[in-house]
Structures are given as structure tokens and as C-alpha cells.
């Protein structure tokens, strides 16, 4: 049974760093397509940045230059390294992962993922 396990959610002030980890098990290989959401009370779940078996990345506008995603597959781990925090980025944060290659359209849609987190919360306060 494939699980992830988000964590390194907490407070931070305006203009500060955290780093997000989710952790992969229950495979025996690293899955082809993995991303990070987040999602604030009354929005939509947004995708933030995606990953592919090659090292391939794709981010979203609202996080380009502050937000870095990476992998250890050793550790079959996936991070979230996000600096310059701001007061917007509030949210819970959620890592996703598909069982088939990252899709060539609409490329930081959750459609695409089979399985998620429970998610970790970031809070940035101004």
C-alpha cells in the first residue's frame, strides 16, 4: 500500500524558509510523477511544482524562484525547499504521486495523481 508522509510544516514570519519533506512507501520504485499542492480555507487545492523520473521540473507562477522541489530517491523522499516566505503562502501543503509519467498538458494538475498526503501546515505571519 503506497503511503506519503508530509512533514516540516510550522510558523515562520514574513520572508522566512522552511522545508517540506513527504516521504514515499509501500513502492518498490520510485514513482514516475510526484508534485506539491497547497490548499487555504475557501480556495482551491493549487498545484505548486512537479517532478519527473528524469528530473524534470514544472512550477506554478506563484512560486517560481522562491520555491525549489527535489528528491532524494535513496531516502525515497521528496522535498519542498520554499524561501521568502510570505504571508499568501498560508496554507496546508501536500505532496502527490502518480503510478504513471507526468502528463504533457495542464502539467501541475491534481487530476493527475493517484495518491496524497495528509498534509502539513505552513503558516506565515507578516
Known amino acids: 500500500q503506497v503511503q506519503l508522509v508530509e512533514s516540516g510544516g510550522g510558523s515562520v514570519q514574513d520572508g522566512g524558509s522552511l522545508t517540506l519533506s513527504c516521504v514515499v512507501s509501500?513502492?518498490?520504485?520510485?514513482?514516475?510523477?510526484l508534485g506539491w499542492f497547497r490548499q487555504a480555507p475557501g480556495k482551491e487545492r493549487e498545484g505548486l511544482a512537479r517532478?519527473?523520473?528524469?528530473?524534470?521540473?514544472n512550477y506554478a507562477d506563484s512560486v517560481k524562484g522562491r520555491f525549489t522541489i527535489s528528491e532524494d530517491n535513496a531516502k525515497n523522499t521528496l522535498y519542498l525547499q520554499m524561501n521568502s516566505l510570505k504571508p499568501e503562502d498560508t496554507a496546508i501543503y501536500f505532496c502527490?504521486?502518480?503510478?504513471?509519467?507526468?502528463?504533457?498538458?495542464?502539467?501541475?494538475?491534481?487530476?493527475?495523481?493517484?495518491?496524497w498526503g495528509q498534509g502539513t501546515q505552513v503558516a506565515v505571519s507578516s
Open positions: 502527490g504521486a502518480s503510478p504513471y509519467r507526468c502528463r504533457a498538458w495542464d502539467v501541475l494538475s491534481a487530476t493527475q495523481y493517484s495518491y
Open positions: 509501500g513502492v518498490t520504485n520510485r514513482l514516475p510523477c
Open positions: 517532478i519527473n523520473i528524469w528530473g524534470d521540473t
